[in-house]
């Protein structure tokens, strides 16, 4: 993707951010406390938080919480359904928090949005020595045989790069922060933890209308793969009738500051 494309598709959020909010899964809890687990304190910042999805996740295990999202219309959102979180305007390029001031940067299916290039030097000038900075992304397990033939039929821009486990693996593997003056990284570790999402074949489409390929594609096409999208659902025993369990997991990328 060239930096027009990664542009427009990390900014088409803000229009659907209350499906959003509605539709995408929370992160998997085992998978945040490993995230957390080399932090020297519980000071955390969600980057890239988005209407709070992680966040949420983060106030239960954490008093210190700061929230940080660029977009206007995702910021309110998050605001208005935790409103006891500090939650404060600004990207991963430009944070508007103090240095050292933070033990783990986490950031929930963003981190791959982030230009590296001038958000690692400014992560690790709010991480405290020792911190560490945690991507978390939630796939979906194409393991499983129905949900291999969801991939299938959705296409790139409904599952795509980052969105099954053995495609994370191979998109994160280099995704770590390179030597920034002073402030150093040390190798990444990566790890994968059971997750799922309750759903009907009606607010599996939602949530899937949700993905930025979807968002950004023309009208008529973006409709033409929802139909296909659907009809499957409804091919499928799994998924025809009623509730039922997504299978997913919480993959979880992460670095420490040295």
């Known amino acids: 993707m060239d930096e027009d494309a990664r542009r427009r598709h990390s900014s088409s959020f803000g229009a659907a951010a209350t499906a959003y909010a509605e539709h995408r899964p929370d992160y998997a809890r085992a ?17 890239g938080a988005g209407t709070g999805k992680l966040t949420a996740t983060l106030a239960e295990v954490s008093d210190d919480v700061t929230a940080v999202e660029p977009d206007p219309a995702m910021l309110a959102e998050l605001r208005r359904t935790l409103p006891g979180v500090r939650a404060l305007p600004g990207s991963a390029e430009a944070i508007p928090l103090p240095d050292a001031s933070v033990d783990a940067v986490v950031a929930g299916n963003a981190m791959h949005w982030f230009d590296m290039a001038v958000a690692g030097p400014e992560i690790a000038r709010v991480l405290f020595p020792g911190g560490v900075l945690a991507g978390l992304w939630n796939v979906v397990d194409d393991r ?10 959705s296409g790139s821009a409904a599952i795509g790069p980052r969105d099954t486990p053995a495609s994370w693996r191979i998109a994160t593997t280099g995704m770590h922060l390179p030597k920034t003056g002073e402030a150093r990284f040390g190798s990444p570790e990566q790890a994968e933890f059971p997750h799922g999402q309750r759903r009907t074949a009606d607010s599996l489409v939602a949530t899937l209308a949700t993905r930025a ?13 929802l139909d296909r999208i659907r009809a499957y ?12 369990t997504l299978p997913m997991l919480t993959c979880v990328l992460r670095v420490r500051r040295l």
């Open 31 to 47: 998978a945040l406390r490993w995230a957390l687990e080399p932090a020297p304190g519980a000071r955390v910042l969600d980057l």
């Open 144 to 153: 499983v045989d129905w949900v291999a033939g969801l991939a299938a039929v």
């Open 213 to 225: 390929g979807m968002l950004v594609m023309p009208e008529r096409e973006r409709t033409e793969t």
């Open 233 to 244: 659902l409804a091919s499928r025993p799994e998924t025809a009738d009623g509730e039922f």
